[in-house]
């Protein structure tokens, strides 16, 4: 059973177009996605700023935290699988938003705030409809 409890959540980013692009190769570059161990939600966490991530969701398939820092509110995924995640986000698209995505995780903020987590947590951006 895959769990897409985060779904309405990407809705509050944006109600944009459902096609889907990434955007590479501008001012956030596009590190290689499968390079490393993947990070767990705490890991990243840490990585971002937050220092107290709240879990939302532990499942086997995917564990899910809100984190709320003086940058902004933004949710992190990790997954138990690259396969796992790939489903998800592919789901999650459909309700639009901005994503920052990475090695088994991704980051749902605003384009804005995805673009300084990045620096932090590398990934690329997917943006659905820009």
């Known amino acids: 059973m895959t769990v897409f409890l985060a779904l309405p959540l990407a809705m509050a980013c944006s109600s944009e177009g459902r096609s889907h692009k990434?955007?590479?190769?501008?001012?956030?570059?596009?590190?290689t996605l499968g390079a490393g161990s993947p990070l767990s939600v705490e890991q990243l966490?840490?990585?971002?700023?937050?220092?107290?991530?709240?879990?939302?969701?532990?499942?086997?398939?995917?564990?899910?935290?809100?984190?709320?820092?003086?940058?902004?509110?933004?949710?992190?995924?990790s997954f138990a699988t690259e396969k796992g995640k790939?489903?998800?986000?592919?789901?999650?698209?459909?309700?639009?938003?901005?994503?920052?995505v990475g090695n088994r995780w991704v980051v749902i903020a605003s384009p804005d705030l995805l673009s300084s987590l990045h620096g932090q947590l590398g990934g690329q951006m997917?943006?659905?409809g820009h």
């Open 86 to 100: 790939r489903d998800w986000l592919d789901d999650a698209q459909s309700y639009g938003g901005a994503y920052l």
């Open 45 to 77: 966490a840490a990585k971002s700023g937050c220092g107290s991530p709240n879990v939302q969701i532990d499942a086997d398939e995917l564990r899910q935290a809100i984190c709320q820092t003086p940058r902004g509110r933004y949710i992190i995924t």
């Open 126 to 128: 997917e943006m659905p």
């Open 22 to 31: 990434s955007v590479q190769g501008h001012a956030l570059g596009a590190p």
